[in-house]
């Protein structure tokens, strides 16, 4: 179907001058991307003092806002190398985004092409189409993060309380209305959750909502659901 672009019609690299990319763009070589690389793991990776105390994956973990807190700082440099050049050739026609979408599997790649990939993704809600399960982006990492927010709201829900305490001469705190420590409390100093799920679109099929909360457990994330329709009386209880 003319992917390379010989046929000057619907080819990636826009050889007829019109709306496709040239393919030549900004387009590194093999050599030239790893003294880029090189550079960038100097210049934002810890450089270890001999005694190992620097830690190899603060770079992926600030940026990922603690998301991915074991790939190292020269892997995720990488990564996001792939991404921004990805990036560059998603929407191939950008003032024809409909082009060739009476074809989906031509639309799609030339559309949709991913510029990032997890290790650990997973299917959640089975295996259905639609608006059902979902691809998850290493969903067992949520759990980590779940848990170390909700200590650290803790500690600091604890310490604001004991500064309050101290202020007002009031040394009872019998531990009412402080929540239950698992981001599900009932009172004004309830513990925030430590994971929030937007689902928007359901058409009332929750495989996706009942799937993640059945991986994770109860009390890791918070979902919310939003749709056009009332499919209230179909949600699990």
């Given amino acids: 179907d003319g992917h390379d672009g010989h046929d000057g019609h619907d080819g990636h690299d826009g050889h007829d001058g019109h709306d496709g990319h040239d393919g030549n763009d900004n387009i590194m070589t093999m ?3 790893e003294e880029y690389l090189s550079s960038q793991h100097a210049k934002l990776c810890p450089q270890s003092n001999g005694n190992g ?8 973990k600030e940026q990922s806002f603690g998301f991915f807190n074991d790939i190292s700082c020269e892997s995720w440099n990488r990564l996001r190398q792939i991404t921004s050049r990805v ?3 998603t929407h191939s026609y950008p003032n024809n985004p409909l082009y060739r979408s009476h074809i989906p599997h031509s639309f799609y790649q030339m559309n949709y092409e991913p510029n ?3 290790l650990f993704e997973k299917r959640v809600g089975g295996n259905g189409n639609g608006d059902g399960p979902k691809w998850i982006c290493d969903p067992h990492r949520l759990i980590e993060i779940s848990r170390d927010r909700k200590r650290n709201s803790k500690g600091v829900e604890h310490k604001e309380r004991q500064q309050e305490q101290n202020r007002d001469g009031d040394d ?3 531990g009412d209305n402080h929540g239950d420590g698992n981001g599900n409390g009932n009172g004004n100093n309830d513990i925030p959750p430590g994971c929030v799920i937007y689902s928007i679109g359901s ?5 996706f909502e009942t799937g993640i909360q059945n991986l994770l457990g109860p009390d890791t994330c918070e979902i919310h ?4 329709g009332d499919y ?6």
């Fill in 232 to 237: 209230e009386h179909l949600m699990p209880k």
């Fill in 172 to 174: 009872d705190d019998n």
């Fill in 31 to 33: 050599e030239e991307e």
């Fill in 53 to 60: 105390s620097n830690n190899p994956y603060s770079l992926a």
């Fill in 225 to 228: 659901i939003f749709d056009m």
């Fill in 87 to 89: 990036s560059q050739h």
């Fill in 116 to 118: 990032f990939s997890c």
């Fill in 203 to 207: 058409n009332g099929d929750f495989q």
